[in-house]
Nanobody
Framework: QVQLVESGGGLVQPGGSLRLSCTASGSMNYYAVAWFRQAPGKEREGVSCSSSGDQSTIYADSVKGRFTMSRDNAKNTVYLEMSSLNPDDAAVYYC?????????????????WGQGTQVTVSS
């Protein structure tokens, strides 16, 4: 299993943008990689996922059109570009990887997790 390290979280005003990064300890070529988030008192939510192979990407309805996930396999890094942020997007964001290579936005399918990065949306 790869080890994952997220970065890029911080404080942003409503309507603002932020880019998160997740870097793996090894090759991510054959992994599905996803972003999840969890706000205090709420269940963990799958945000987006990039499959291995064709690297198709799926998004939760709550972020479609605002978030864009990309991956750079040469750098063992995935990104989450977030725009039009609102207070509902505030959470700890986690990167996760699945050896199956397939995308399912459910945490049980992912065996590797990062430590998380905090995103705060406030004026």
């Amino acid at each position: 299993q790869v080890q994952l390290v997220e970065s890029g979280g911080g404080l942003v005003q409503p309507g603002g943008s932020l880019r998160l990064s997740c870097t793996a300890s090894g090759s991510m070529n054959y992994y599905a990689v996803a972003w999840f988030r969890q706000a205090p008192g709420k269940e963990r939510e799958g945000v987006s996922c990039s499959s291995s192979g064709d690297q198709s990407t799926i998004y939760a309805d709550s972020v479609k059109g605002r978030f864009t996930m990309s991956r750079d396999n040469a750098k063992n890094t995935v990104y989450l570009e977030m725009s039009s942020l609102n207070p509902d997007d505030a959470a700890v964001y986690y990167c996760a990887a699945a050896v199956s290579g397939l995308c399912v936005l459910h945490g049980n399918f992912f065996g590797s997790w990062g430590q998380g990065t905090q995103v705060t949306v406030s004026s």
